[in-house]
């Protein structure tokens, strides 16, 4: 089991900065792969950064340049750096923990914070 609380969003203007934070319940490096996606009204739950236990990471293509997820293993927290942020970034930004055990995986999902960039 793994506990995910999600803090940071708000209300932005366009070309602003936000940083979200993830605060996990057990170590960040026990589990498999931390990431962040994000999610508005009638629209799948898309995937934003992700950062596996070894320090691997992997953006979506329209995040790339400027998100940046980084992690401090002493806090158990995940972060996400939002830079450069646009009207479309506005959505429900959702921490996710990935584990996997032998040969079943488990998804660990926050409550979601709000993101609002205004134009």
């Known amino acids: 089991q793994v506990q995910l609380v999600e803090s940071g969003g708000g209300l932005v203007q366009a070309g602003g900065s936000l940083r979200l934070s993830c605060a996990a319940s057990r170590s960040i490096f026990s589990i498999n792969v931390m990431g962040w996606y994000r999610q508005v009204p009638g629209k799948q739950r898309e995937l934003v950064a992700s950062?596996?236990?070894?320090?691997?990471?992997n953006y979506a293509d329209s995040m790339k340049g400027r998100f940046t997820i980084s992690r401090d293993g002493a806090k158990n927290t995940v972060y996400l750096q939002m830079n450069s942020l646009k009207p479309e970034d506005t959505a429900v930004y959702y921490c996710n923990a990935h584990t996997i055990q032998y040969t079943l995986a488990y998804d660990y999902w926050g409550q979601g914070t709000q993101v609002t960039v205004s134009s």
């Open positions: 950062i596996t236990s070894g320090g691997i990471r």
